[in-house]
């Protein structure tokens, strides 16, 4: 499967187009909505998720509430459009409205793509790159990524993610709740913590931060249960399905690090204390006795959980903005000003599942096929099969 996006923040839409969905499986609108839900949500967020409340419209693909193997167009509207058009629209400016023109950006924040885009693009209004570069993009990433969580549920793959830590304040979860806790507690937590103490901490570093004008970052995990062995491969660096799913992460907005399992603490441990111990049983076939390397050997996974966590640095729009340069006077004056969020690691856990759920989903039909889901959920039992028997 593949898809490209299209849109800007404050344009009239976000649109995603999906290629290569066998044909057969339910899908609904709601199916999404539900998704684009939960990525509004989270303690930390700005005015702008008092706007827009996210509604899909499924244009191509699906009839009568199943995919029919065409390419699938999803639309979702910006409502803040309306106060935007002007700013915004496709059609050429008479010179009077170029001189009038108000929200013109010329003094780019520091760890935002603005002056980047700019010099690379050629653009003196950095709104051409903000708009775009904006993590209101994620909207229909996520729509993407709900379309491979039905995917995968049909299948038996469930998906579930969480908050690990936030502004230094780290839950203690300890890995030892079933992926249906995980979902119900994530979702009663408006920071999607699985630890009530360090949630309640969590919310207040948050309101701290938007007191003083700033913004905190943290560290979101995903969790994948009921794969298969053998999904990705070995034979090539750009097959390994552990790669693919770390790339995805990192091309989340702000988002700058990652790690499977344990991580970086496996540098600072002897192997014996790293590697996953293998076993066999009738009723299972082969297990791990540990899942430290987090359901990935070879860049394959080995039948465990996959668990990925990825590092999403401080948003860098700041209300109280740190110095830069106007390009057109080079002076030195604070940075640009956009409505923004505190804190959006919680929205950010949901759009990180959604966009794993992506990776795997393709690694899924790349071993079992694409043209109908019966098709592959026969394939891949008969695969479980096989390899418990191995």
Request: some cysteine; hydrophobic content about 35%.
């Amino acid at each position: 499967m593949r898809y490209l996006t299209a849109g800007e923040s404050h344009g009239p839409q976000l649109t995603t187009i999906l290629e290569g969905l066998p044909s057969g499986l339910e899908l609904l609108a709601e199916d999404i909505n539900t998704e684009l839900a939960r990525r509004q949500l989270g303690y930390g967020r700005g005015r702008r998720m008092q706007i827009e409340k996210d509604q899909v419209q499924i244009l191509s693909g699906v009839r009568h509430a199943k995919s029919t193997g065409a390419p699938i167009a999803l639309v979702v509207e910006n409502k803040d459009w309306t106060h935007w058009k002007n700013y915004m629209g496709a059609e050429p400016l008479t010179k009077e409205q170029e001189e009038n023109m108000k929200r013109q950006i010329s003094r780019p924040r520091p760890g935002h793509a603005d002056l980047n885009g700019a010099i690379k693009y050629n653009h003196r209004d950095m709104r051409n790159v903000l708009e775009r570069s904006s993590a209101r993009e994620t909207t229909v990433r996520v729509a993407a990524g709900a379309v491979a969580k039905k995917l995968l549920n049909s299948l038996g793959i469930q998906v579930a993610g969480h908050v690990r830590m936030i502004g230094g304040i780290e839950s203690q979860y300890e890995g030892d709740m079933s992926l249906e806790e995980i979902k119900r507690v994530s979702e009663e937590s408006p920071v999607r913590s699985l630890d009530e103490e360090a949630g309640n901490k969590m919310m207040q570093a948050i309101d701290d931060a938007k007191k003083n004008g700033d913004s905190i970052g943290g560290v979101v995990e995903v969790i994948v249960e009921g794969l298969p062995v053998g999904l990705g491969s070995h034979v090539h660096y750009d097959r390994k399905l552990d790669a693919k799913i770390a790339g995805a992460v990192m091309s989340i907005n702000a988002f700058k690090g990652v790690e499977f399992g344990i991580g970086f603490e496996a540098a600072r441990k002897p192997g014996s204390e790293v590697h996953d111990e293998i076993q066999w049983s009738e009723s299972e076939g082969y297990t791990r006795k540990t899942n430290r390397l987090g359901g990935f050997e070879g860049g394959m996974t080995t039948g465990m959980p996959i668990v990925v966590k990825g590092v999403m640095k401080p948003i860098p729009t700041l209300y109280k903005p740190l110095q830069s340069v106007d390009i057109d006077s080079k002076e030195p004056f604070q940075a640009s000003i956009e409505r923004s969020d505190s804190c959006a690691v919680p929205a950010a856990s949901v759009v990180a599942e959604n966009v794993v759920a992506w990776e795997v989903a393709c690694s899924i039909l790349d071993k079992f096929g694409h043209d109908r889901i019966e098709e592959i959920a026969d394939a891949l039992d008969r695969y479980r099969t096989y390899s418990r028997e191995f």
